[in-house]
């Protein structure tokens, strides 16, 4: 596609369901980054990837969050058991390769009731 | 800890005239520097980047200057139009960790710019 996509843009789910927040980048972008940004701040790092390998996931705030890249292009960051402070926006970004200028998706707003 | 962050939350400035946006860094050992816009309900944009063996590089109508020795950044835009009204955010990168490429970018807290008519 021509941008980053995201999906769902709206999740809503009650504590302890778990969560699938699906990110798909530009088309031949190889890194992809995960973050999480509160309402007010700047996006929180949670992980990334290059290809399909996960380079850094010192981000991910606790055991219940991973993501995986699994065929290099796709991404899928879960969330399990959640809980209402996991409430926020999700971000996707996607890069041609490492830390050059990101393209970030539209996001996807989780709310944990 | 170390972390980017950002002089003011808020600056107003009158159309037509120049916005500077600071920003602060603490992380010596970061060499690549970038800001974003992110209007509201939107995702963040790139804007500019800059790399550590530089001190200033210009776009279009936007300036990024930067002073290693006092670990500063700013942003410059020119004749500040209704259209940049946006949260405007620095962030940084460390190439290296334990001698390993890290491409981690870490953002800082944003600054709002309002544009007075």
């Known amino acids: 596609g021509a941008g980053v996509s995201q999906s769902p843009r709206y999740k809503v789910t009650k504590r302890g369901q778990d969560v699938a927040l699906r990110c798909d980048p530009i088309s031949g972008h190889v890194s992809l980054y995960w973050y999480r940004q509160a309402l007010g701040q700047g996006p929180e790092f949670l992980t990334y990837f290059n290809y399909e390998a996960q380079q850094d996931k010192s981000g991910l705030p606790n055991d219940r969050f991973s993501a995986e890249r699994p065929e290099g292009s796709i991404s899928t960051l879960t969330i399990q058991r959640t809980e209402q402070r996991d409430s926020a926006m999700y971000r996707c970004a996607s890069s041609s390769f490492g830390r050059n200028s990101q393209f970030f998706g539209p996001g996807t707003r989780l709310t944990v009731l | ?117």
């Open chain 2, 1 to 117: 800890g170390e972390s980017v962050g950002l002089h003011l939350p808020t600056l107003s400035v009158q159309e037509g005239d120049n916005s500077i946006i600071n920003c602060a860094y603490s992380n010596s050992a970061s060499d690549y520097f970038i800001w974003y816009k992110q209007e509201s309900g939107k995702g963040p944009q790139f804007i500019i980047d800059i790399r550590s063996n530089m001190d200033k590089r210009q776009g279009q109508r936007v300036t990024v200057l930067l002073n290693k020795t006092v670990k500063h950044l700013s942003l410059q835009i020119a004749a500040t139009q209704p259209g940049d009204s946006a949260v405007y955010f620095c962030a940084e990168n460390t190439a290296t960790r334990s001698g390993n490429r890290d491409d981690k970018i870490i953002f800082g807290k944003g600054t709002r710019l309002h544009i007075l008519p």
